[in-house]
């Protein structure tokens, strides 16, 4: 039995760690309007902006050996990565404010993107347990992959401006040039052989911003969806476009998607990966796996 709800006798420890670039917009005045609208008789909170990359993730760390129960992440999808992988270790709380470009978890968990709602929701404390993920056993929430889109995160990451308008700028640039590659597959002891220009592994449906890849994968089911997008002439980009809009992918040609627990893949080049979005360099041999409803996490 996983969902709960608390009757509390003690105030709960809360840290809201604040991701102040994620999304792209301005975060200063974050603080303010979260203690205005949080439930003091609930919470004790605390604030804390993280300062570079991996910072969140030492914050969360720091904090979950103190006494906070629940640790929230106030950003995208890497910033609930490096927060969660620590409240996963630690078996604490996670908390989720949507303030990144795009959202990916807290847009399959239904979190609102509404702050004062989303405070809201940290006010009910309803949680339950999600899926977990490793990808070379750097723990992934929502998406993991390679291939075009994993390239696209590692260019994006050098470039001065976030939020989407950005993405989809750098991403129509990139993709002329972008060669697909041929990866052995072993999938739950079954072996594939695929070229595809991406493929994902999604723990949960989309990228963000309602673009769905895998449009019936769950946090719940105890499945990773290995998502290939086969290669395409460029003149069907518009079409793989809308298929990820409408979260047709499931009866798409372009997309293949199998489910599994335990996959291998092998792939032609070193090079860029990506997880929850964050790009990272790995070798040619990926492992990925799941950890069946391993997080707790405040859901609606
Ligand atoms: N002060 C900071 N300066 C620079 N980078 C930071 C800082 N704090 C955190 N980061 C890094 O910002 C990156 C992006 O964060 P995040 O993914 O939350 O935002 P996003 O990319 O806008 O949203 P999404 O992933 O939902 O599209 C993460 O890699 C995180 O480590």
């Not at 720091?62 to 409240?87: C, H, L, R, S, W």
């Not at 309803?126 to 998406?143: G, S």
């Not at 594939?192 to 946090?219: H, L």
């Amino acid at each position: 039995m996983c969902i709960q709800s608390y009757t509390l006798h003690t105030k709960i420890n809360i840290l809201f760690i604040i991701n102040p670039i994620s999304g792209g917009r301005g975060k200063l005045r974050i603080p303010d309007f979260i203690d205005q609208y949080l439930d003091k008789e609930k919470f004790n909170a605390n604030f804390v902006f993280s300062e570079y990359v991996g910072h969140a993730g030492e914050l969360a760390d720091e904090a979950a050996t103190k006494n906070f129960d629940v640790i929230v992440a106030a950003g995208g999808d890497g910033t609930i990565n490096e927060v969660a992988t620590q409240v996963l270790k630690h078996h604490k709380i996670l908390g989720i404010l949507p303030l990144g470009s795009g959202n990916g978890l807290a847009r399959f968990l239904k979190i609102p993107k509404n702050l004062k709602h989303a405070i809201g929701l940290i006010n009910n404390y309803k949680t339950d347990c999600v899926d977990t993920a490793e990808f070379n056993q750097k723990c992934f929430f929502n998406l993991a992959g390679m291939g075009f889109d994993a390239h696209l995160s590692a260019v994006f990451s050098k470039d001065k401006k976030r939020g989407l308008s950005g993405y989809v700028k750098l991403g129509f640039k990139e993709v002329f040039n972008y060669q697909p590659q041929t990866y052995q597959l072993e999938i739950d002891g079954v072996a594939y052989t695929r070229k595809a220009f991406a493929i994902s592994i999604a723990n949960s449906s989309q990228y963000g911003n309602d673009v769905y890849i895998a449009p019936n994968a769950s946090v719940k089911d105890g499945l990773l969806d290995v998502c290939i997008i086969k290669p395409f002439p460029i003149i069907k980009l518009p079409v793989l476009g809308y298929v990820m809009l409408r979260g047709t992918a499931e009866s798409s040609d372009m997309i293949e998607i199998i489910k599994g627990k335990h996959i291998k893949i092998t792939r032609e080049k070193a090079g860029a990966v990506h997880v929850d979005g964050e790009p990272l360099q790995m070798g040619t041999a990926i492992e990925a796996l799941v950890h069946p409803l391993s997080l707790q996490v405040i859901v609606p």
